[in-house]
């Protein structure tokens, strides 16, 4: 039994931002060598019951398994009819998640000065972390550049609110230093509340959207923000998570991420050759 950190690869890695039913992912994944996928879930049929059991049909039939499970952003709104569709389509997604037999959902916030804000998001997780607890399921709740869930002082403020052992930081390296946050003290700063952390590389703060580059050219010091995680305690999925950027060069881009995780989860799996 695994207790340390395993590592994972999200199919943004591989799909992009489309609609590919996850196709690339499963075409390209075995080579990579890491076992264990996070889906990026972000459309209808990706949700549908159909959808779920093909996913995980695809797995068992090319030896992979389903690690975790990111949706689309809370929209909760400013209203009561607003907040009632958001908890009903998230009472949809533990069962999705349970359906696909994993224990993490990982979703981020609206854009500032939408749906409500932060103080609909909490309203929203009031709501439905106590079924993820009774469940044993955990909301992992993703940093993001430009939106209700960038700064610590949004997290200060969501965690004195929301004190639920279902409901955890997901640290994203690449958001937090397009934000100008250092991922180290983040790390510490968080530990007792980190449930999953996203690797992916930034070339550095940016006031309009994020610049997300290969590992290792950016500035995000990713031996020093996992070991500090994994000195405290930090048991979760080190999730690659690069949006792909070519992909006559993903195979190149992802190993470095593979090989960096790696040093820092001696637990996890061993991959297949490169």
């Not at 070991?227 to 993903?250: C, F, H, W």
């Not at 593979?258 to 040093?263: Q, V």
């Amino acid at each position: 039994m695994s207790t340390g950190p395993r590592v994972s690869v999200a199919t943004i890695c591989f799909d992009g931002f489309g609609d590919e039913n996850f196709e690339p992912t499963f075409a390209h994944v075995p080579a990579l060598g890491i076992r264990e996928i996070e889906f990026n879930a972000w459309y209808p049929r990706n949700l549908t019951p159909a959808g779920l059991d093909s996913m995980r049909q695809r797995c068992e039939q090319s030896g992979l398994r389903p690690a975790t499970l990111q949706v689309s952003p809370f929209a909760p709104g400013p209203d009561s009819a607003d907040l009632t569709r958001e908890a009903s389509r998230w009472l949809w997604l533990l069962d999705a998640a349970e359906r696909l037999g994993v224990g993490v959902i990982k979703a981020t916030g609206s854009a500032r000065g939408t749906r409500g804000g932060l103080g609909a998001v909490i309203d929203l997780l009031r709501v439905i972390a106590p079924i993820a607890a009774g469940r044993g399921l955990t909301i992992a709740v993703e940093n993001h550049a430009n939106n209700v869930l960038e700064h610590p002082e949004d997290y200060d403020e969501l965690f004195s609110a929301i004190d639920s052992p279902a409901v955890g930081m997901c640290l994203d390296t690449g958001h937090f230093a397009a934000s100008g946050h250092d991922p180290v003290a983040i790390a510490t700063q968080y530990a007792g509340r980190l449930a999953h952390l996203d690797l992916k590389d930034c070339a550095g703060p940016r006031h309009g959207e994020p610049e997300f580059v290969r590992f290792g050219h950016g500035i995000v010091d990713f031996d020093a923000t996992l070991s500090t995680a994994v000195s405290n305690g930090y048991t979760g999925y080190l999730v690659i998570e690069l949006p792909l950027i070519d992909r006559s060069t993903m195979a190149a881009d992802l190993r470095a991420g593979a090989e960096l995780a790696l040093r820092h989860a001696p637990d996890s799996p061993s991959p297949l050759p490169f």
